[in-house]
T-cell receptor, first 111, second 116 residues
Framework: SQTIHQWPATLVQPVGSPLSLECTVE??????LYWYRQAAGRGLQLLFY??????ISSEVPQNLSASRPQDRQFILSSKKLLLSDSGFYLC??????????FGPGTRLLVL | AQTVTQSQPEMSVQEAETVTLSCTYD???????LFWYKQPPSRQMILVIR??????QNATENRFSVNFQKAAKSFSLKISDSQLGDAAMYFC?????????????FGKGTKLTVNP
């Protein structure tokens, strides 16, 4: 069966510091991968998605970037964090039948 | 652009009773997918049920069922025999079936409380 991992689970970072969040998927090949952000008390907002290695599409221009160095690895990065980057970050993968399945998420607090 | 509206910010239900969560959406497309996700306090998003727009039959998963009204653009979730573990935020979501459409559009969620 397929599983999706995210780390770290929780992160506290100072403003201006870099960021790297990692997502990996097991048990499937060539998945579509997604990064979402959820602000407190809100729904999810799609940030980036990838349909293959090295292919990144951005939905919202912002302080973040994404990369896909391997088939089942998706990384969310920032060179300099802002206070507004705080939130809950969820990675997801899509099956062939169109359903997106989510990872456990990373809580990011920027101070 | 498609939008998803959940008009009930909070709902409550007694254990073992039935509750219905509302969702409406706006789209000009005829082929799409609809989903209900559950987000417990752990905050992981868990798929509850999905519906393909081309299917007239309402989807059912154990105690969870939907009432899909395509013409009215309505997609409500019914939870039968509510359990304490059903307490969570519930999100309705839409995704176009057009090739290349990757975005899930979410509603703002309904917080469900289950009272013992």
């Amino acid at each position: 069966s397929q599983t999706i991992h995210q780390w770290p689970a929780t992160l506290v970072q100072p403003v201006g510091s870099p960021l790297s969040l990692e997502c990996t998927v097991e048990g499937t090949s060539n998945p579509n991968l997604y990064w979402y952000r959820q602000a407190a008390g809100r729904g999810l907002q799609l940030l980036f998605y990838s349909v293959g290695i090295g292919q990144i599409s951005s939905e919202v221009p912002q302080n973040l970037s994404a990369s896909r160095p391997q088939d089942r690895q998706f990384i969310l990065s920032s060179k300099k964090l802002l206070l507004s980057d705080s939130g809950f970050y969820l990675c997801a993968w899509r099956s062939g039948i169109g359903t997106q399945y989510f990872g456990p998420g990373t809580r990011l607090l920027v101070l | 652009a498609q939008t998803v509206t959940q008009s009930q910010p909070e709902m409550s239900v007694q254990e073992a009773e039935t509750v219905t969560l509302s969702c409406t959406y706006d789209t000009s497309e005829s082929d799409y997918y609809l989903f209900w996700y559950k987000q417990p306090p752990s905050r992981q998003m868990i798929l509850v049920i999905r519906q393909e727009a081309y299917k007239q039959q309402n989807a059912t998963e154990n105690r969870f069922s939907v009432n899909f009204q395509k013409a009215a653009k309505s997609f409500s979730l019914k939870i039968s025999d509510s359990q304490l573990g059903d307490a969570a935020m519930y999100f309705c979501a839409y995704r176009s079936a057009l090739a290349g459409s990757e975005k899930l559009v979410f509603g703002k969620g309904t917080k469900l409380t289950v009272n013992p």
